[in-house]
């Protein structure tokens, strides 16, 4: 699954969820104190995030493109770290948990 977020004119983020299951059968099993049927095997779940900038393209001619490079790439590096990326990255270890959260996997003491 893919997913993507236009924060403003020039910041996107994107976001994919690949999830697998592997050896899948079906047992019983005792949950919250009712035995149940309940289908057993592994589960893969990676997410991961891109913060793209310029998605729409507006600087297209070279000497745009050297200057958006220079100008991201020396001084607002810092800036777009902080303000994008880090919020991107909590977004997806929030969207992680939560996915190990509902296929009741152990996630009260870590969340990775």
Do not use: H, P, W
């Not at 592997?22 to 005792?30: I, R």
């Not at 949950?31 to 900038?53: E, H, I, L």
């Not at 493109?65 to 001084?75: G, P, S």
């Not at 902080?82 to 870590?110: C, P, R, S």
Request: charged content about 30%.
């Amino acid at each position: 699954m893919k997913g993507e977020l236009k924060v403003n004119d020039f910041v996107m983020f994107q976001i994919e969820v690949e999830c697998k299951f592997f050896g899948g059968a079906e047992s019983e099993a005792e949950f919250m104190g009712q035995t149940r049927k309940v289908n057993k095997g592994q589960f893969f779940a990676k997410v991961s995030g891109k913060v793209t900038y310029d998605y729409q393209k507006k600087y297209t001619t070279d000497t745009g493109k050297m200057f958006l490079d220079l100008l991201i790439k020396t001084f607002l590096k810092k800036y777009y770290e902080i303000k994008y990326e880090d919020v991107l990255y909590y977004d997806v270890i929030k969207l992680q948990t939560l996915i190990k959260e509902n296929a009741f996997m152990d996630t009260g003491t870590n969340a990775f």
